[in-house]
């Protein structure tokens, strides 16, 4: 493996939330290390805090003693920057400002080897940008770690335009020998991780504001259905809704006001009120002493259908035949080559019946209308429905109540919990993924990153269950175009307008990872 020797010098500037991590990464991989802090004292807290990580790490038996003491012997503290003139690798972990990131970058240049790398964490700012007006700009790149570096495999791996290749070459093999999962990324606002995560939290809380479902039920959703191992809302309440709010803010200023970043007023208002999450003991959730956490809204119990036909294709859902044939009910199967519309599946009982259709991104009740069929339900993507604890339903406003409680009865008979929601256009999962996998496509097609690179990042560096790309290929990429056309056409073609790379691989019969 390639990168940095082991006996060249490491120097991390801000030994804050990030710099410390970073320093304890560099010197778990063997590097000497210089940590230096603008702030009196700073410096030895990061390592004093080090310490302390790796304490809890011996006492649990996963690391040994010695090996704790030779990685704390390997970081010194350093007064000033001129300390730092041996380093080979400068990773500045500072406050995050285009000036005083500059200020420190011309001093150091003034003291480093011409070969020595600087390496900026920043998570927002254009390395094009931070590189102007240096002697050198060929040797910065973005090393942007993420929180805690310990623990988080992601290292992006940011060039700007004036980066030099076998420096971000280093840099890469560096970071990989070091045991993380570089991924290349192009200088762009947001980079790979925060740009395509802003769907996360903008897609439920317009969800949320379309009153869809409560913050707990929507969070469950992506939870059970969807594997994410925190519910957006959760997500928002753990980094803070001032945090989130303002880098959705700073990625949509720098795309020139792009609806697709467009900021939310129910956050604003949250952070207007101080409700900024766990910090604040009140966000989305109440954290004071005692206040119990909001369950998740699910069906009471309704008999099972003594109907069930699934006729023609049934697109994404049908991962549900196998579960329905294994359940034990009666059903015929049929194909419908004379309906131009898709398949669905037809459950009823004496007291009446509907038809179960996965979602295509418009609302049920618009569909109902369109296809001319009585009681349509609209049902939401799972990431696998046999494991799924649960399934998500909406009927269309025409759908009689007693249509929906033979629906329901349907998978609580294969053993799901059933959650009702609003009729919404493309649901809950569907429509947030199908938003992530086309600014996964939209940042594949504007060579931000490789579509390998885009899916390493999103399962290493916020722990995707899938990488979305892959995800989308497995669900079919004329499905996800179909729910963005739908979506787009219930709320306009700017927010949802579908990737012209996402069509190309439509109309070309092909994909994102040509082995799927
Ligand atoms: P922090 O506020 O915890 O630490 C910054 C440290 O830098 C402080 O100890 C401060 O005294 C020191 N500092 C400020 N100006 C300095 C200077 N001129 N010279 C030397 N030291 C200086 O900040 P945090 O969260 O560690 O962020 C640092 C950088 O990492 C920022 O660019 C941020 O955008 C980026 N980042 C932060 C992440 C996070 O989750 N907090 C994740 C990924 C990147």
Redesign the pocket.
């Known amino acids: 493996m390639g990168g940095l020797a082991k006996d060249i010098t490491v120097a991390v500037?801000?030994?804050?939330?990030?710099?410390a991590g970073i320093a304890q990464v560099a010197a778990a991989a063997g590097h000497p290390v210089l940590l230096?802090?603008?702030?009196k004292g700073?410096a030895g807290k990061g390592r004093a805090g080090i310490e302390n990580a790796l304490a809890r790490l011996v006492e649990k038996g996963r690391m040994e003693a010695h090996e704790r003491d030779d990685l704390i012997g390997r970081i010194s503290i350093a007064d000033d920057l001129k300390d730092l003139s041996r380093a080979g690798l400068v990773i500045e972990?500072?406050?995050?400002d285009l000036e005083?990131k500059r200020k420190?970058f011309a001093e150091l240049e003034a003291i480093l080897a011409n070969d020595a790398i600087i390496a900026s964490?920043?998570?927002?700012i254009s390395i094009t940008a931070l590189a102007a007006g240096m002697e050198h700009p060929g040797r910065l790149v973005g090393m942007?770690?993420?929180?805690p570096p310990p623990l988080m495999a992601l290292v992006e791996v940011v060039t700007g335009l004036a980066t030099d290749t076998m420096v971000a070459k280093t840099v890469f093999d560096t970071a990989e020998s070091w045991g993380k999962a570089p991924v290349y990324a192009k200088s762009t606002p947001g980079f790979i991780v925060n740009r395509i995560a802003r769907s996360f939290s903008g897609e439920a809380l317009r969800l949320l504001q379309e009153g869809a479902a409560d913050p707990a039920t929507l969070d469950a959703i992506m939870r059970d259905c969807g594997g994410f191992r925190m519910g957006p809302f959760e997500l928002m309440d753990l980094i803070g809704l001032d945090v989130n709010l303002s880098v959705t803010k700073s990625i949509w200023n720098l795309y020139y006001n792009d609806p697709r970043y467009l900021p939310n007023v129910l956050q604003e208002e949250m952070v207007a009120a101080g409700r900024l999450g766990r910090k604040s003991r009140q966000g989305w959730y109440d954290y004071a002493e005692g206040a119990e956490k909001p369950k998740p809204k699910s069906e009471p119990t309704r008999p099972e259908p003594g109907e069930v036909r699934l006729i023609g294709d049934l697109g994404p859902a049908a991962p549900l035949i196998p579960l329905i044939e294994k359940s034990g009910l009666e059903f015929e199967t049929r194909d419908d080559e004379e309906s131009e519309n898709l398949g669905g599946i037809y459950v009823g009982n004496g007291e009446g019946g509907g038809v179960i259709k996965f979602t295509d991104g418009t609302s049920a009740t618009e569909r109902a209308a369109v296809e001319e069929e009585d009681n349509l339900i609209h049902l939401d993507l799972c990431l696998d429905f046999a494991a799924s604890p649960r399934v998500v339903l909406a009927p269309g406003d025409r759908t009689e109540p007693q249509a929906m409680a033979v629906a329901v009865g349907l998978f609580q008979k294969l053993g799901k919990e059933v959650t009702v929601i609003a009729d919404v256009p493309g649901m809950v999962l569907m429509r947030t993924l199908a938003m992530i996998a086309n600014e996964a496509a939209e940042a594949a097609y504007h060579g931000v990153a490789t579509p390998k690179g885009i899916d390493t990042a999103m399962l290493k560096g916020v722990n995707y269950p899938k990488g979305p790309l892959a995800w989308a290929d497995e669900i079919s990429l004329p499905w996800i175009l179909m729910v963005l056309e739908g979506l787009a056409g219930q709320y306009g073609e700017d927010r949802y307008r579908a990737s012209a790379l996402l069509r190309r691989k439509v109309f070309g019969g092909a994909h994102f990872h040509e082995t799927t």
Do not use: K, R, Y
């Open positions: 500037i801000g030994a804050g939330t990030m710099g230096l802090d603008a702030q700073a972990a500072i406050v995050e005083i420190v964490n920043t998570s927002s942007h770690f993420f929180n």
